[in-house]
């Protein structure tokens, strides 16, 4: 159970493209989705949080008019990186709770989306 | 400001070894601290979930233990497989969401 499926897994675009990425909880509902992006050998940055039906919060630092989030239903949360440069090439996860926030339960995250900007 | 902080980058160990591994924290008073395990380009996945009244929990060859006092959470692996090799993350809760640590990379030689 608490399968998170993320697409696509793997992406190269030219720059100036605005690329989607989606997360889809497959076997529960997901109340709060969250959205990080991974450097190599760094940990996840958290960039931001989204619940179904609200505004993303996203953290000090993110352009949220960079980084798009919408969390139009429980199943499906989209993040897009607008207008996207060499600079925001990364690994971006996906992790869904089926909580508000996460009390004390685990996070389910997507396998990941490597993005390439040339 | 909150840090965690896991000992070491990397960690090799020979194969049926115990691994230990730690993750330390400053400015957190966490009521809970997860350990997960991420595979190259994967996602992290979780493995334990210890809360503070807990000393010690266990799963299978895994053990983590927590100590408020010391601010510290050890994570053990015994009789290490080549297929522990991965990257294994500590989290620690703040407000709605998780913080995690940058993770030490075991890498199990046979």
């Known amino acids: 159970g608490a399968v998170v499926s993320q697409h696509p897994s793997w992406v190269i675009c030219k720059s100036g493209t605005s690329v989607k990425i989606e997360c889809r909880s497959l076997d529960f509902q997901a109340t709060t989705m969250f959205w990080y992006r991974q450097f190599p050998k760094q940990s996840l940055m958290l960039m931001a949080t989204?619940?179904?039906?609200?505004?993303?919060?996203?953290e000090q630092g993110v352009e949220k008019d960079k980084f798009l989030i919408n969390h139009a239903s429980l199943t499906l949360s989209t993040l897009t990186v607008t207008s996207a440069h060499p600079e925001d090439s990364s690994f971006y996860i996906c992790?869904?709770?089926?909580?508000?926030?996460?009390?004390?339960?685990?996070?389910?995250f997507g396998d990941g989306t490597r993005l390439s900007i040339l | 400001s909150q840090k965690i902080e896991q000992n070491s980058e990397a960690l090799n160990i020979q194969e049926g070894k115990t691994a230990t591994l730690t993750c330390n924290y400053t400015?957190?008073?966490?009521?809970?601290l997860q350990w997960y395990r991420q595979d190259p380009g994967r996602g992290p996945v979780f493995l334990l979930l210890?809360?503070?009244?807990?000393k010690e929990k266990r799963k299978e060859r895994l053990k983590v233990t927590f100590d408020t006092t010391l601010k510290q959470s050890l994570f053990h692996i015994t009789a290490s497989q080549p297929a522990d090799s991965a990257t294994y993350l500590c989290?620690?809760?703040?407000?709605?969401?998780?913080?995690f640590g940058a993770g030490t990379r075991l890498t199990v030689k046979p």
């Open positions: 992790s869904a709770s089926s909580f508000v926030g996460l009390g004390n339960q685990p996070q389910h």
């Open positions: 210890i809360r503070e009244n807990e």
């Open positions: 400015n957190y008073s966490p009521a809970y």
């Open positions: 989204s619940n179904e039906g609200s505004k993303a919060t996203y």
């Open positions: 989290a620690l809760p703040r407000n709605n969401d998780m913080r």
